[in-house]
């Protein structure tokens, strides 16, 4: 799919079983789904694989995973591609993602990406919500003025493991819980023995001006007996 416009389509695009689906330079606007929903532009399970260049998310909307939701062993490669204004509607027991969820043994990786003013107002990751105990890289992305009420850009959990290859993290917000930016948790509602914390890898990493409304962690949180490595970062404010 080149340099098409979706706009206003109601349950987006579905992605399934070993697809693979090329996508360059975009437009996904205004696409919705129910409040129990997932995806309002694409929701990719199985083993579909996406790669996508250049593409706008803008303004859509979903109960969980306001423009994708990646669930089951589906993959996401995105380069130079933006994600503003998207929002995950559900409550608080919702998976989250006001962007993005990325679920189960899903596979994700982003190079130069945009996320901006993306929300999840009433539950968590105002971006992105990552919830697969896989790789997850980022390289050279932008957060700014996501909100959630936990990990106002990201919430991850699951033991997932992520690393950060420059980049910044600016004026997010988590208006209720813990990590203006990021919270890195474990999965609740699980034995003790599978609430595997994550792991985490920052290089040359900013974090400007980013708050923990009501509780700590105004830049990051983390659970006790997370991994982390934070080489030449910034905090400022």
Known sequence: IEKSVIHSNTDGMWVYGK??????QNEWTSNTTMTSG????????????????????RANEA????????????????????FVGNKATAGSIAYG?????????????CDQCVWQDNSAEYSQGGAIAIH??????FFQNSFERNVSTKGGAI????????VFQGGQFMENVATQWQGGAI??????????????????????????RNQSVQNGGGAIYSVPNTSMIVDQGVFEE
């Open 19 to 24: 697809a693979h689906i090329a996508l360059t």
């Open 132 to 137: 697969s105990a896989k790789p997850h890289v």
């Open 97 to 109: 993602g006001g962007a993005m969820t990325v679920l189960a043994e899903a596979g994700f990786q």
């Open 38 to 57: 997932r995806g309002g532009a694409i929701w990719a399970r199985e083993q579909a694989v996406m790669t996508d260049v250049g593409s706008i998310y």
């Open 63 to 82: 109960g969980e995973g306001g423009a994708i939701f990646l669930d089951e062993q589906a993959s996401y490669t995105g380069t130079s591609s933006q």
């Open 183 to 208: 919270n890195a948790s474990v999965r609740w509602g699980v034995p003790t023995s599978s609430r595997v914390p994550s792991s985490m890898e920052f290089y040359s990493v900013q974090f400007l």
């Open 155 to 162: 919430m991850s959990s699951a033991g997932a493991d992520l």
